[in-house]
């Protein structure tokens, strides 16, 4: 039995003694604030809220008082200012045709790289849209062969192989414009323009082929697709605004 007010082991030590004094030094340890290696305390988290705080109500009073304006820092006229957005000069106006052949010009760009910026074709792979009767012919046979491609044969009787559908993405302004363009470009002269109206009948007529998906085929061309595009006929001699394609007071 041991009797712990007796000295145990060796003479000198009182282990139960010890055993307390360590414990009672470690609460107290625990008790402090927590020092780090090099003796400086961790940065209390009230002041780094605090910091937070005082930072975000600078920063709005600076804003408020309009110290700091992003305006400001930009010069006028620096940024080249884009045309019809927001900007007061207007292009001057031209005549439909014109303006939907200029916008045309551009969707084209989906169809130079098989039909040629000269509209020619090469003849052996692509077909010429220059005097081809299913651009100059009617609109809606057409507008279907951008929409959904054609696979022969084509309006020379010739299958030159499959044309695949160039509608993803088309608006109906970009449709109007790119068939208008063709039709009125490398030698060919229909002379109308094929308005955004029509070419959004045309868009829902396509959605609703019972083929929607595939290219349209000759015969489905001649068998449903033989009519001019729906919608009120646009002059071609109207003067327009080249952006927006409005109707434009000529000086
Ligand atoms: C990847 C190549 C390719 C692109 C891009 C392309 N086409 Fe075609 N296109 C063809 C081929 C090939 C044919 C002939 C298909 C056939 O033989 O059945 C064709 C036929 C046509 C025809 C019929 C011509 C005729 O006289 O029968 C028209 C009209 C036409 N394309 C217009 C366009 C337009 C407009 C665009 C751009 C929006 C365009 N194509 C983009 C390859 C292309």
């Avoid at 927001?86 to 001057?92: A, N, V």
């Avoid at 020379?156 to 088309?170: D, E, I, L, N, Y």
Wanted: with cysteine; hydrophobic share 40%.
């Amino acid at each position: 039995m041991i009797d712990p007010s007796k000295p145990d082991l060796e003479e000198s030590v009182n282990v139960t003694a010890a055993h307390d004094r360590v414990l009672r030094g470690a609460a107290a340890a625990a008790r402090e604030k927590q020092l780090l290696e090099n003796g400086a305390e961790p940065t209390s988290l009230w002041i780094v809220l605090l910091c937070v705080v005082v930072g975000l109500a600078a920063g709005t009073a600076v804003n408020r008082a309009g110290m700091f304006n992003y305006r400001s820092t930009v010069q006028d006229d620096y940024v080249r200012k884009i045309p019809g957005a927001g900007g007061d000069e207007k292009l001057p106006p031209m005549t439909a045709v014109d303006a939907y052949k200029k916008k045309g010009e551009k969707i084209f760009s989906k169809c130079v790289g098989c039909h040629g910026a000269d509209g020619k074709g090469d003849g052996a792979n692509y077909p010429p849209l220059a005097g081809s009767k299913f651009a100059e012919g009617e609109t809606e046979r057409f507008a279907m062969i951008i929409l959904n491609g054609l696979t022969g044969p084509t309006s020379s009787g010739k299958t030159f192989g499959v044309m695949p559908a160039q509608g993803a993405g088309m608006s109906p302004e970009d449709l109007a414009c790119v068939m208008s363009y063709v039709r009125n470009s490398f030698g060919n002269a229909v002379g109308d323009v094929v308005t955004p109206k029509m070419a959004a009948a045309a868009l829902e007529i396509s959605h609703n082929r019972p083929k929607a998906g595939n290219a349209v085929t000759a015969d489905e061309l001649n068998a449903d697709h033989l009519k001019m595009l729906p919608g009120d006929k646009l002059d071609p001699a109207m003067m327009v605004d080249p952006i927006t394609l409005e109707p434009a007071e000529a000086k």
